[in-house]
């Protein structure tokens, strides 16, 4: 056996290179296969007596809470349940650890992370990664076809910890799930009103909520020119717009994965869009993404989804309300093309009777680029020409936050226009 010094000086160098590999983010597998060299070594070396071995401590990426922070805890447990409560949902539990079958293979590339257990009686065994596998399993050996449930709990993975952005390998999960067959829509706008109770009832300030059909990014991905093979990596890359910009996910695409970097430009002039429901209307109408069946689908489901969260009083609320620099009633639109005298005259004629009224200065403007217009400056209503509506001697009146649109007599116009914006002045009509 080596010397007691050659071997305290192997353990100190390989000490350094498990630091360093930790510190550079390399792969797990990496790590633990240094770690485990370590290990070796200092076995070799045995228990030094004249120095303290034992150090109290919590295992990496876990934590004590104390008395006052499991206050905190429960009361915000106590907001989430009442919510869950008053929403109809039951509460199930479910083992800690799963058979390791059921959870590996679910996870793709994050199977990695799952916690193994040692054989226990002929049984290969795994901590949960998360709540929805053990629900899944649940609702197969139960054989229930319809539930909505919640289960709060802790889940464990074998992840690289950064507490100090929140990275644990243990912590809570809170889920909600409506589990069945039902009409499109329906559930989710429950599952979104639910989270804006939870978050607005906890005083945690604004926030944003965000929404996504899968079926989207596949059509989007099909029509931007991606392999078939490379769809599931390519959206893994998407998934970190959140965390990187959208040119180091790029680089990733094209150097790293091999896509065609016009293909990446392509899928860039997509995902970097943000919006709600005029987003939606807006790739409706892109003469590509609206020819791929799956994308098609996944919008209308969107745009039913948001006509729904407007009924529940939650439609594009988590966003910051727009501070007007204007105090404009009305915008003059156009639904077809060469209408522009008409709106010139209609617009004139609404500044004479005192209207405060706008128009676009283009000659042929599209009508959602007139609408988005609204929008963004939070003018309330559209005041709509269109050719059957001047053979009918009405003008179409669109409420811009309900979308409700009435033909209206041109000598109305004034009144109507009037009694809407006197009712509600700042936003709405």
């Not at 959870?103 to 590339?109: A, C, D, F, V």
């Not at 998360?130 to 609702?139: E, H, K, S, W």
Request: net charge neutral; proline share 3%; glycine share 6%.
């Amino acid at each position: 056996m080596a010397d007691r010094a050659t071997l305290e000086e192997a353990v100190r160098l390989q000490g350094e290179r498990v630091r360093g590999l930790k510190q550079q983010k390399a792969g797990a597998e990496l790590i633990e296969e240094e770690v485990a060299k370590l290990l070796k070594l200092k076995a070799q070396l045995g228990p030094d007596e004249g120095k303290q071995k034992f150090v109290l401590k919590t295992p990496k990426g876990t934590r004590d809470y104390n008395p006052r922070q499991m206050a905190v805890r429960e009361k915000v447990f106590d907001v989430i349940i009442s919510c869950f409560k008053r929403h109809g949902a039951e509460v199930i539990d479910t083992p800690v650890f799963e058979l390791k079958e059921t959870l590996t293979g679910k996870y793709g590339e994050d199977s990695k992370l799952i916690y193994d257990l040692k054989d226990q009686g002929g049984e290969l065994l795994a901590l949960r990664y998360d709540l929805t596998v053990p629900f899944a399993r649940y609702l197969a050996m139960n054989k229930l076809t319809n539930i909505k449930r919640y289960h709060i709990a802790k889940v464990y993975r074998r992840d690289n910890p950064a507490m100090t952005r929140g990275r644990y390998r243990e912590f809570y999960q809170c889920d909600f799930d409506i589990a069945g067959q039902f009409d499109p829509m329906i559930p989710d706008a429950e599952c979104l009103k639910i989270i804006c109770e939870i978050l607005s009832a906890l005083q945690l300030g604004d926030f944003v909520i965000k929404v996504n059909d899968r079926r989207i990014l596949d059509g989007m991905f099909n029509v931007c020119g991606v392999p078939d093979s490379k769809f599931r990596t390519i959206c893994s890359s998407v998934d970190k717009l959140d965390k990187m910009s959208w040119e180091n996910v790029k680089n990733e695409m094209v150097e790293e994965k091999g896509l065609a970097s016009e293909v990446a430009d392509h899928i860039g002039a997509y995902v970097k869009q943000h919006g709600g429901v005029s987003l939606v209307e807006q790739l409706l109408q892109d003469s590509k993404l609206s020819q791929n069946k799956q994308a098609l689908e996944g919008l209308g489901d969107l745009k039913l989804l948001f006509e729904y969260l407007t009924l529940f009083g939650i439609a594009e609320k988590a966003s910051e309300e727009k501070l007007r620099t204007t105090e404009t009633q009305v915008l003059v639109a156009a639904a077809q093309k060469k209408l522009l005298e008409e709106r010139l005259k209609l617009v004139a004629e609404l500044w004479d009777r005192g209207i405060k009224a706008e128009l676009l200065y283009k000659k042929n403007p599209k009508l959602l680029t007139q609408l988005q217009y609204c929008e963004e400056t939070g003018i309330p209503l559209v005041a709509i020409i269109g050719e059957q509506e001047l053979k009918d001697g009405v003008i179409k009146l669109r409420c811009v936050a309900s979308r409700e649109e009435v033909d209206i007599r041109k000598e109305n116009l004034v009144e109507e226009i009037r009694k809407r914006t006197s009712q509600y002045p700042a936003t709405i009509c």
